[in-house]
């Protein structure tokens, strides 16, 4: 068994040997002389980092809705669009849907997508 790898060759498995890939052969980068153990990474001051101080309960992020959401014609595809309003018990989409264009769809095609593309869909369904 050799101890080290030919340029050009690396190991794969007990006795065999492949030709590398790369141009740049991982067994000639001086890896091992790198000053990974000079590094002051004790020194570095993570405890007094203000995380603790951080005003995450402040933010908006129960406000924000889904207008960030690409839905309408800009959106190609939504999550939204992977949510079947059948899976939603309490919902009842041909009433979501009715006179509105959407309207006469099989109820398990639905999508809370839809429901946020159809003006009069989502008015019903926030009335919720």
């Known amino acids: 068994m050799a101890a080290e790898a030919e ?3 690396s190991r794969c ?3 065999e040997w492949r030709e590398e890939s790369s141009t740049h052969p991982l067994g000639e980068s001086p890896l091992g002389e790198s000053p990974l153990g000079e590094s002051p990474l004790g020194e ?3 405890g ?3 995380l603790g101080e951080s005003p995450l309960g402040e933010s908006p992020l129960g406000e ?3 207008d960030g959401i690409p839905l309408g014609e800009s959106a190609t595809t939504s999550p939204l669009d992977y949510v079947l309003l059948s899976s939603l018990p309490t919902v009842d ?6 006179g509105t264009p959407d309207a006469g769809k099989l109820v398990q095609q639905y999508t809370l997508g839809d ?3 159809n003006d009069t869909a989502r ?3 926030e009335a919720l």
Do not use: D
């Not at 989409?93 to 009715?98: D, S, V």
């Open 7 to 9: 340029v050009g060759r």
């Open 13 to 15: 498995a007990p006795g």
């Open 44 to 46: 570095s001051p993570l």
């Open 48 to 50: 007094e980092s203000p």
């Open 64 to 66: 924000s809705g889904l």
């Open 93 to 98: 989409a041909e009433a979501l849907f009715a």
């Open 115 to 117: 429901v946020y593309r």
């Open 123 to 125: 008015l019903r369904f």
